[in-house]
């Protein structure tokens, strides 16, 4: 391949990419701005929201908890989010003990609270680890925000009414990554909007 024909395809995917997100907004801005509020209900009443997922997901999982620990783009005190990817310790042992499948369920139901939201990330709505989650999430009466792709998979059947169900109409793990990267922008701009008013 020549180095034309690779700009032709690195423009393809811009181009791609930034039509997956068009023909997303008119879907995905309503459920977007429920689970902004779900989970700003849960803010103001002490309540946290817990992430995970794998592979990139694990990525976006921690990318949104150091947005609300840390700050999105307004100045404002940290908000109580944790990801369940990032200690190495009980991520191995819970997998070396009980499989893989069970390595956020075990910390769900160790830290989650009734209150409590859980963000389920899986491109697929498939992973294993992440519908063992949502299971636990429920169990201990958290609400549950889950961000697909592919239809929803098996966690599109699992979610309840008071659930909110963000799916990417498309069948590319890298398109549905990268609009699932905007949408957790959106949360991080719409929890600051709701907890501290829009700047002018």
Do not use: W
């Amino acid at each position: 391949m020549n180095t034309m024909d690779l700009i032709s395809r690195i423009g393809q995917h811009f181009m791609d990419s930034a039509q997956t997100k068009l023909d997303a907004v008119e879907m995905l801005a309503a459920p977007i701005a429920e689970a902004a509020e779900v989970m700003v209900g849960s803010l103001v009443g002490n309540g946290k929201i817990i992430a995970c997922g794998n592979g990139g997901s694990a990525a976006d999982a921690q990318h949104f908890a150091a947005e609300l620990v840390g700050r999105f783009e307004m100045e404002r005190q940290g908000l109580a989010a944790i990801a369940l990817t990032t200690d190495s310790s009980i991520m191995t042992a819970v997998a070396n003990d009980y499989g893989y499948k069970a390595v956020f369920d075990r910390q769900v139901r160790a830290l989650g609270q009734p209150g409590d939201v859980l963000l389920a990330i899986s491109t697929s709505g498939n992973s294993a680890s992440v519908v063992e989650a949502i299971h636990a999430a429920h169990d201990n009466d958290l609400r549950v925000v889950a961000l697909t792709g592919k239809g929803g998979g098996e966690i599109a059947e699992l979610l309840r009414d008071t659930d909110v169900h963000i799916c990417v109409s498309s069948d590319r793990t890298a398109r549905i990554q990268e609009v699932h990267l905007l949408i957790i922008h959106c949360l991080c701009d719409a929890i600051d909007c709701l907890l501290l008013g829009v700047e002018e």
